[in-house]
């Protein structure tokens, strides 16, 4: 199947992007943090490639998909996509999303109840802030998520091989874990964080605590922002 062609709905396809993204995602957090496993404590850089790695899979799991509702809404308001479509693709990502982080929940089932840390188990689903400061917080995911958008584009519009655009893409979103993450975490796509942060609410997680919904529109609202503008930018600059 070559890339960009999809021949599933879009709130099935979208789904198993956004599900293929948190096992992937999710998967890496929870390797470096929780106690016992094989590759805690092997740092940043791991998360940064796990977390890149796992948008191309997403991506070549479901091609032409967005699994991201803040470049999906992006899209709708930029006119490239059908305001109809939207709630069903955002459907599909979230409900993706949350059956992505209880796949890493049952992957991870021993270690739960081994890792004390509170905030590390919260922090295989969701992201917290270096610094809790919603402005700033929220301007960061802004921008990190215009510069998201704005490459998503820019890759696109680059003529490359089949199967290599995701590729491409992971070195990105790589990219932007190592150079942009350090401040929130860089959600950048409000289903990564909402879906899972709904997922540690439901799931009976052992020894878990709060799911930090006072900090939990940052990553939802700053993205759909931050792509709005990336996405505008680029247009106005190339098209």
Same mark, same amino acid.
Not at 204 to 210: D, E, L, S, Y
């Given at each position: 199947?070559?890339?960009?062609?999809?021949?599933?709905?879009?709130?099935?396809?979208?789904?198993?992007?956004?599900?293929?993204?948190?096992?992937?995602?999710?998967?890496?957090?929870?390797?470096?943090?929780?106690?016992?496993?094989?590759?805690?404590?092997? /740092?940043?850089?791991?998360? #940064?490639? @796990?977390? =890149?790695?796992? *948008?191309?899979? !997403?991506?070549?799991? $479901?091609? +032409?998909?967005?699994?991201?509702?803040?470049?999906?809404?992006?899209?709708?308001?930029?006119?490239?996509?059908?305001?109809?479509?939207?709630?069903?693709?955002?459907?599909?990502?979230?409900?993706?999303?949350?059956?992505?982080?209880?796949?890493?929940?049952?992957?991870?089932?021993?270690?739960?109840?081994?890792?004390?840390?509170?905030?590390?188990?919260?922090?295989?689903?969701?992201?917290?802030?270096?610094?809790?400061?919603?402005?700033?917080?929220?301007?960061?995911?802004?921008?990190?998520?215009?510069?998201?958008?704005?490459?998503?584009?820019?890759? /696109?519009?680059?003529?490359? #091989?089949? @199967?290599? =655009?995701?590729? *491409?893409?992971? !070195?990105?979103?790589? $990219?932007? +874990?190592?150079?942009?993450?350090?401040?929130?975490?860089?959600?950048?796509?409000?289903?990564?964080?909402?879906?899972?942060?709904?997922?540690?609410?439901?799931?009976?997680?052992?020894?878990?605590?709060?799911?930090?919904?006072?900090?939990?529109?940052?990553?939802?609202?700053?993205?759909?922002?931050?792509?709005?503008?990336?996405?505008?930018?680029?247009?106005?600059?190339?098209?």
């Amino acid at each position: 199947m070559k890339e960009g062609v999809n021949i599933m709905s879009p709130f099935l396809s979208e789904l198993i992007g956004a599900m293929i993204l948190i096992i992937f995602g999710g998967g890496v957090c929870a390797a470096v943090t929780l106690n016992k496993s094989k590759s805690q404590s092997s /740092g940043w850089i791991v998360i #940064a490639v @796990g977390w =890149g790695l796992a *948008v191309g899979m !997403a991506a070549l799991a $479901a091609p +032409g998909t967005a699994f991201n509702p803040a470049l999906t809404i992006a899209n709708a308001v930029a006119g490239t996509l059908d305001w109809a479509l939207v709630p069903g693709i955002v459907a599909g990502q979230m409900l993706g999303a949350i059956i992505g982080a209880a796949v890493v929940w049952l992957i991870y089932l021993p270690h739960w109840a081994i890792t004390e840390d509170k905030a590390a188990k919260l922090g295989v689903f969701c992201t917290a802030p270096a610094v809790r400061d919603y402005g700033k917080n929220f301007l960061t995911e802004m921008i990190v998520t215009a510069v998201l958008a704005f490459m998503c584009l820019a890759i /696109g519009a680059n003529k490359l #091989a089949d @199967g290599l =655009g995701p590729m *491409v893409t992971a !070195a990105m979103i790589t $990219a932007i +874990g190592c150079s942009l993450g350090g401040p929130t975490g860089y959600a950048i796509n409000p289903c990564r964080d909402l879906g899972p942060r709904i997922a540690h609410a439901i799931l009976p997680i052992a020894g878990k605590g709060g799911n930090d919904w006072s900090y939990s529109w940052v990553p939802v609202f700053g993205p759909i922002v931050g792509a709005i503008i990336g996405t505008f930018l680029y247009m106005g600059l190339f098209r």
